[in-house]
DNA sequence: GAGTGGTCTAGACCACCGG
DNA sequence: CGGTGGTCTAGACCACTCG
């Protein structure tokens, strides 16, 4: 035979195609790592790195001491970055989104058909790290105190996302409930536009990195699995100064990123 | 001591460190896996758990039987999703540039100060897979073939990104340069846009996922690599009907992808 | 020929959960 | 308590490069 897979890749394949073709189906536990290893007569070590393969496909979740799983597959949330609203100068500033945040994150997932939900902010204050200087356009030996939001985000109740949403203590101090510990209503966008801080325009950037371990947890998912999509988004104000930074990490495979330009049909935008 | 960290996690933390305190620096090979078991006094299995770790934070590159070296801190290409020609009606057809594709990608690379270059497209022509009909608003019992253009892109002479663009047979019968397995000087969008095929618009929809074996081989990339991020463009014409569909895979960490709304600062955006 | 990482063996022990 | 995957041992052999 011509350079044959390695062992390891043999068995991610054919577990894989069990997968595809309903042999194993969505929910159902894999063999146990020791009987893979009987039935394919190679050690637990070789087995161990075939299902570390297939979770990299995303298939499949390994839950330590439980087992190895079929993953439904589900219809993805469709994330679109546009921002209707932002394109429309004649829509007034109260009724902006700002795109995934809050409100628009549920009228977005109702629109698709799913049910969001969210616990509340963990609010957190501490000193800027450089990367957040940066964002916020500042001087990397600059001493400013910043204010987190962080937020879980559930799509019919399963993990969907993690938000971040970043101001200089400043700027919270001029908008108070930002250090709540609780929802903000009309939304971050529209809550600060009252104050006078209009987000006239956003710049998005993206990466794909491993999860760190909390978001690994947050996700359900074990060792050498799927990297995660990291969102970042920094919002201007009328002066052109950046004065809102959210950074959003998505759960691979439960998410469709998309952003469009022109013309572009509209049953195409729509359909989910 | 409180919940110690496992060992492969430990010596992958310790080698970081040397990385970004300097100790060990870029182009630097780190010491040899049964160096690293001596030093540590673990097996060599556990070493290989802690490279491979390392390697998914993008820092080193593993190169089979040469060993694991340090990665320059490259800065990133910025690809910029926004088409400024599209956004602007009053620009005519044929200089619009379809964002990321032949010329627009050289154009980009050297603003920001790098040199682009590509090998000349490898064209296939084969039957339409599930995915690419669903792409084109196909039913998914046509029968159609399917034009291949893939080329290798290259920054400063290192493998940047993969390209493939597809085209039904019967366009690019009308089309025929889409045939040749030579560059289209002024670009796909231009040259059908002057056989009367123009791109009013076009949806972006983005993916990480980890890299095929042909790709990681193109990208340099061993087991357990970083996953890579695929980019998707379809294209519409006139009649809202997609004739053109583009799969860009970016190496991770070598590109920084963007998109913009509303107004943002010209430095912001102009600062590669 | 020496040295490298990729693949693989044939296990071991552990923490944790309720198949 | 039994069974699970996570971690780890102490190696082996191989294909390949030339550090």
Redesign the pocket.
């Known amino acids: 035979m011509a350079d044959a897979l ?3 890749l043999q068995i991610a394949k054919d577990l894989q195609r069990q997968i595809e073709e309903g042999t194993l189906k969505a929910g159902d ?2 063999p ?4 893979l290893a009987a039935r394919w ?6 087995v ?2 075939a ?1 570390s393969e297939l979770r990299k496909s995303g298939r499949v979740q ?1 839950r ?5 799983f079929v993953l439904p597959r589900r219809r993805p949330l469709t994330i679109t970055l546009n921002d209707r609203e932002l394109d429309m100068p004649q829509v007034p500033a109260e009724s902006r989104m700002g795109g995934g945040e809050g409100r628009a994150f549920r009228q977005e997932a109702e629109r698709q058909g799913f049910q969001a939900t969210w616990d509340l902010p963990e609010v957190t204050v501490g000193p800027a790290e450089p990367w957040q200087l940066e964002a916020f356009g500042l001087p990397p030996d600059q001493r400013v105190q910043i204010v987190q939001r962080k937020q879980r985000r559930f799509i019919d109740g399963e993990p969907n996302s993690l938000q971040y949403s970043y101001f200089t203590l400043e700027l919270a101090l001029k908008a108070p409930l930002l250090l709540n510990g609780e929802d903000i209503e009309q939304g971050h966008v529209a809550y600060l536009a009252e104050l006078g801080f209009v987000q006239v325009g956003y710049l998005d950037e993206f990466d794909a990195r491993p999860p760190h371990r909390d978001e690994a947890e947050f996700f359900g998912l ?2 050498d699995s799927l990297a995660v999509i990291e969102h970042s988004r920094t919002a201007y104000d009328q002066d052109g100064k950046p004065f809102r930074l959210t950074v959003t990490v998505y759960r691979p495979r439960s998410n469709k990123i998309r952003f469009y330009a022109g013309k572009v049909p509209p049953s195409v935008l729509e359909g989910s």
Chains 1, 2 share one sequence.
């Open positions: 390695p062992k390891y536990r894999l146990t790592e020791s009987e007569k190679v050690s637990t070590s070789t161990k790195d299902l390994t330590p001491r439980e087992g190895t074990s060792r």
